[in-house]
């Protein structure tokens, strides 16, 4: 996000947990977003003209939390809680600016439909999509007292910024430490699984977008196309000339939280709306992460 607001001449401050930036002269401390007074006194400082809430507390299919009841509390509090905060400041202080929220599709995780709009009902199975669908609801919360809040619905999306413990991730860093002679397997849970996988810059200049817009709405964000594991490692270890058969093992019992759906959206308010789309293929989006992966590891 950064990198698009900074290239459209933005002064940009950016919260996370471990910093405050800015490029421009603004000194402020570090804080938590969870904190109202946090954000009541970030809000006054820099008076923004757009907000984007992605931050985000979620986990991978393979892991396990040590406290489920502390998990969901701090995801709340993530999620949903940190974006409430900022929409009473901005209500309370600076009612003009526009606010983007990063939502999900598992918004959508338990639906019996095969493609998802902005107009499927939500139908949440896990903290993540709960939470989201909270967020959401908060956004059209302050919508009636005049707040401009735009959600995009997010599908999976990819970039080499991606956590290690998400699959896309794992596929790339073990295929190429194969390469390099490093590992010689890769487990994964279920080659058969589908999956709606898409480009993260992309996604996150949907997000810019959205804000540009007149009107505030919600925008399903995605490639709508599915391909399964099994398509993303053959890419890959195609990649890197090798055979994938040689190398990887399906173990389903590494997965703890199997999806009950398949989720695949449908982008055409975003692509009508905004003239949005998709940049690269999934093959090339694919060869991104594999180029920058060898740069990083050789």
Not at 121 to 142: A, D, H, N
Not at 198 to 206: I, L
Request: with cysteine; glycine share 6%; net charge negative.
């Amino acid at each position: 996000m950064r990198e698009i607001l900074l290239s459209n001449h933005y002064d940009v401050v950016g919260i996370s947990q471990s910093e405050v930036y800015s490029n421009f002269d603004f000194q402020f401390r570090k804080g938590d977003v969870c904190d109202a007074t946090y954000t009541d006194d970030l809000i006054k400082a820099f008076k923004p003209d757009e907000l984007y809430y992605l931050a985000a507390l979620h986990q991978s299919s393979v892991e396990t939390s040590y406290n489920d009841l502390e998990f969901y509390k701090k995801s709340i509090d993530v999620n949903a809680y940190g974006l409430l905060n900022f929409l009473n400041s901005l209500l309370t202080f600076y009612p003009s600016c526009k606010v983007f929220y990063a939502s999900s599709s598992h918004i959508f995780g338990g639906t019996p439909y095969d493609i998802q709009n902005e107009e499927t009902s939500y139908c949440p199975v896990s903290i993540y999509g709960i939470t989201k669908v909270l967020g959401m609801q908060f956004c059209e919360l302050y919508k009636q007292k005049g707040v401009f809040c735009s959600a995009g619905i997010f599908y999976n999306h990819e970039s080499p910024r991606r956590d290690s413990k998400f699959v896309s991730k794992k596929i790339v860093e073990t295929a190429v430490a194969i390469k390099l002679g490093k590992k010689d397997k890769l487990e994964l849970g279920d080659l058969s699984a589908k999956i709606d996988w898409g480009y993260a810059p992309d996604y996150v200049y949907a997000a810019f977008l959205i804000l540009q817009n007149q009107n505030a709405g919600n925008y399903i964000i995605s490639s709508g196309q599915l391909h399964t594991v099994e398509d993303f490692v053959a890419e890959v270890f195609n990649l890197l000339q090798l055979d994938w058969k040689q190398y990887v093992v399906e173990n389903k019992q590494i997965i703890l939280k199997k999806s009950v759906t398949i989720l695949r959206g449908d982008s055409t308010k975003l692509k009508t709306d905004t003239k949005w789309k998709n940049s690269v293929s999934f093959n090339e989006m694919i060869k991104i992460l594999v180029e920058n992966e060898l740069m990083r590891s050789t």
